[in-house]
């Protein structure tokens, strides 16, 4: 091989390995993601949550821990639902896409029962049309699925899921990855070569993607958003 041609991988790998190295330890994410370019990213150290709107803003803070700093949503939203879906939600402000994929890192900080859970919002036009992932601890027709809330209450739409999320007291690494056009749904927990939940609708376009839980407690962190940001049909602003 050419010592020109080995050089250029040899730099190549260690810019790579440079960029793995930075996330790691807290610098900033890959400018692209499945060929999305990277419309947001909040690792919260700026202990502001001004990015954020919320179903009840009482129900969130920053918190520390150690020298880290998180978004801790430590009690319940005190909110009526239009129908029945997730009480507890915070949604990235002013960001609306199509195809995405949303990352996070979360931590359950629930005791330990059969619906113990954290959710990931997505396809969010208002409070009674979009969809979520509900990460429960055991499956069943209202626990760790997809769901759509589509003006009445929520329905399962997963194809495929597990026998439940395997939720510690540790932190957990979860993705959600939507493709529009084919109405495809993939939600990913700490492995993110399998997925452990699929499903396909196209009900909704677009939407706002966010964070939260059903209607237990929960730490995010490290928050990243790549997608097509979209603009919200004018019927549709708020």
Not at 75 to 82: A, G, I, K, L
Not at 190 to 218: H, L, R, S, Y
Request: hydrophobic share 35%; glycine share 6%.
């Amino acid at each position: 091989m050419p010592r020109s041609t080995l050089t250029a991988l040899i730099l190549g790998s260690l810019s790579v390995l440079t960029l793995v190295v930075a996330v790691a330890i807290g610098g900033p994410p890959a400018r692209e993601l499945n060929g999305l370019p990277l419309v947001f990213f909040d690792d919260f150290e700026s202990g502001e949550a001004d990015k954020w709107e919320q179903s009840d803003p009482k129900a969130w803070r920053i918190a520390a821990q150690g020298t880290n700093k998180v978004y801790n949503q430590f009690q319940q939203s005190q909110v009526q639902t239009p129908v029945r879906s997730p009480f507890n939600r915070a949604l990235v402000k002013d960001v609306v896409v199509g195809d995405f994929v949303l990352d996070v890192k979360l931590q359950s900080t629930k005791e330990d029962y059969d619906h113990r859970d954290m959710c990931l919002f997505f396809g969010f036009q208002d409070p009674a049309h979009l969809y979520y992932v509900h990460l429960g601890k055991k499956t069943d027709d209202h626990a760790n699925q997809i769901f759509i809330v589509n003006n009445e209450p929520r329905k399962k739409i997963s194809t495929t899921t597990t026998a439940g999320t395997a939720w510690t007291d540790n932190w957990h690494h979860a993705r959600v990855v939507r493709k529009v056009d084919s109405g495809t749904i993939q939600v990913f927990f700490d492995d993110m070569e399998k997925p452990a939940m699929t499903a396909t609708d196209k009900t909704f376009a677009w939407g706002q993607v966010g964070i939260g839980t059903f209607d237990d407690t929960g730490n995010f962190d490290d928050v990243i958003v790549y997608g097509k940001k979209v603009e919200r049909p004018e019927t549709s602003k708020k």
